[in-house]
């Protein structure tokens, strides 16, 4: 392959987009980012929503920027690839975006189209389809979350004058974006599978429509949700015949540029990391089957826990098993963490001394949680122990404060801290500071026994996302699963590096693959793009391996206690 030959990928994660140029070999030679908008009601903490509208047009620009500082050809880009949040755009017929937005506007065309993972306003939509007892169920861990599609469609559809449900289409996110590159109206196995309750070797379930209330869906075909002659294409894989005229204006690349098959963002970030080696002069390159011991976590405001297998391994708790989300034949499970970034941010800012703490952050031109660590630190030495978790080993931190996706899929679960002090000082938001990063990493510890006691055989954390940023967060991990933590080389560009995994495959994809073909073709791209990872060993001592196992006590037992109370207070209440 000739050296000006370059890919585009492109991530559209929860706040911002960001595209970056990439070589043959995985080098990111240019980045940009545009924030975007979030649109929240005040009145109801459940609603987040967004614009296609300006994700487009902020894939656009960072497109272009990519082009422009690295003085690249348009001629020069082979391939571009996509991936996004897995979260519900809604558009008419001819792809203009549909209001999602409850009251009169629902259904007309506007702005507001897009209903986010993390919006929570489909419960009893969820709860309706929990209680069908579907194949469908056994599929996404045994029950389905408010953040998939389908409850949301399904809310759309109670509030929406029927003549303006049935003309609109379903897509998730990642498939819309291939959709307005190409014109095609193609969708992935990842999106389908994984979030739109299309049954691996079955299809989709009329029974399981027809009893939720989305009998529309299965009278027009399934033409709302791509059609169930439609094509759907395993991840990289040829979207027909590339950009088409239209978006190749806008985006500033050739008419007919190759779009491989999108994938959802957590899938970019396992396609970007898990073929890594642990150094550049490692001479041991991975092979395809090492991935099944490789746990994927993608941590951005939220965080997805991913793992493939050859056989298909049911988890309670645990969304899939997926057949064919990336590659053809395999299957995947992905658990999850609803707010993990997100929680950190509100743990800091929500704080009595956050004004404080952003004073010294300016004073010393430091990042947040370095200040913080400083803190931590001082603490330690000032209380003459030996680890930040003896530091507040009397403080317990429960963290679903916007309910737990995996492994006990209940939205209603809620957060707690034990060990609370009439203190409100710069050292009291450290030590919550700390306990909240504790609580993230005994959860993920939660969430990878329950793959491997189920069949799961996962050795190593590999990580992609803002908060491999974070050493002591990453030295948590690695001490708590007791198993080593690799962090990519650059850990912001791991999932926009996974996308142009995906473009670098539509372009080099032979007509009429083999499965086999296929699944060597796409990790041979990934080991030659995917750059060395750093190796976070477990390095706690003895003592704080017992405090931390202890702590881990401590935590499932919350669990039971939480469930426990609430049972007593929906007794309380009965009539």
Not at 151 to 167: G, T
Not at 169 to 175: C, E, I, T
Request: charged share 25%; net charge negative.
């Amino acid at each position: 392959m000739a050296s000006n030959q370059y890919f585009i990928g492109v991530d559209v994660g929860t706040g911002s987009v960001r595209a970056g140029l990439v070589s043959k070999d995985g080098t990111i030679l240019a980045s940009c980012v545009q924030e975007t908008t979030t649109w929240r009601d005040h009145r109801d903490p459940r609603i987040f929503e967004q614009s296609t509208t300006e994700i487009w047009e902020g894939i656009c620009f960072t497109v272009k920027a990519v082009l422009a500082e690295a003085k690249v050809e348009p001629a020069d880009v082979k391939g571009i690839g996509f991936d996004a949040t897995c979260s519900l755009a809604v558009a008419d017929m001819n792809g203009d975006p549909v209001t999602v937005t409850g009251g009169e506007e629902l259904g007309q065309n506007g702005e507001r189209n897009i209903i986010l993972w993390a919006d929570h306003r489909a419960e009893k939509e969820a709860e309706l389809i929990n209680s069908t007892g579907s194949k469908v169920l056994d599929y996404v861990g045994g029950v389905m979350s408010l953040e998939m599609e389908i409850p949301k469609a399904l809310w759309l559809k109670n509030r929406m004058k029927p003549e303006l449900f049935s003309r609109c289409q379903f897509f998730d996110l990642p498939d819309f974006l291939t959709y307005r590159a190409t014109g095609l109206n193609t969708r992935s196995t990842c999106s389908l599978t994984c979030k739109c309750s299309y049954v691996p070797n079955h299809g989709w379930q009329d029974d399981f429509f027809e009893k939720i209330g989305l009998q529309e869906f299965v009278q027009n075909h399934y033409k709302q949700l791509g059609g169930v002659d439609g094509d759907i294409l395993t991840a990289g894989a040829p979207v027909g015949n590339g950009i088409s005229k239209r978006a190749a204006e806008e985006l500033g690349l050739l008419e007919g540029t190759p779009v491989g098959s999108a994938v959802i963002d957590a899938y970019a970030g396992w396609l970007g990391t898990v073929a890594a080696k642990f150094s550049d002069d490692d001479p041991y390159t991975p092979s395809l089957i090492e991935s099944s011991h490789r746990l994927a976590a993608c941590a951005g405001t939220s965080t997805c826990h991913i793992v493939q297998s050859r056989e298909g391994i049911f988890v309670n708790g645990v969304w899939g098993p997926y057949k064919n989300p990336v590659f053809p034949g395999w299957w995947m499970n992905e658990g999850g963490q609803s707010s993990t970034g997100q929680l950190i941010d509100f743990m800091i800012k929500t704080h009595p001394a956050y004004n404080e703490l952003q004073s010294l952050t300016k004073e010393r031109n430091a990042n947040v949680h370095e200040v913080l660590q400083d803190i931590l630190e001082r603490i330690r030495v000032d209380e003459n122990v030996e680890s930040l978790t003896e530091v507040t080993k009397d403080m317990h931190m429960y963290p679903d404060l916007h309910g737990n996706r995996s492994p006990l899929a209940d939205p209603r679960m809620r957060g707690s801290i034990v060990g609370l002090a009439l203190d409100d000082s710069l050292d009291d938001l450290a030590r919550k500071f700390s306990i909240t990063l504790e609580a993230i990493a005994l959860q993920t510890k939660h969430i990878v026994d329950e793959m491997n006691s189920k069949g799961h055989s996962i050795n190593a954390i590999y990580m992609s996302g803002g908060q491999a940023k974070n050493a002591h967060l990453m030295q948590l991990f690695a001490n708590t699963c007791d198993m080593p933590v690799i962090l990519p080389k650059n850990s912001g560009m791991a999932v926009v590096l996974g996308s142009a995994m995906l473009g670098r495959f539509a372009y080099d994809a032979k007509a009429e693959m083999t499965v086999e073909a296929h699944g060597e073709a796409l990790w041979k791209i990934m080991a030659e793009m995917t750059p060395p990872g750093i190796k976070v060993a477990p390095g706690a001592s003895k003592r704080e391996q017992k405090l931390l196992q202890a702590k881990y006590k401590i935590f499932r037992e919350s669990i039971d206690i939480q469930k426990r109370w609430r049972s007593q207070i929906e007794e309380a209440l009965k009539d």
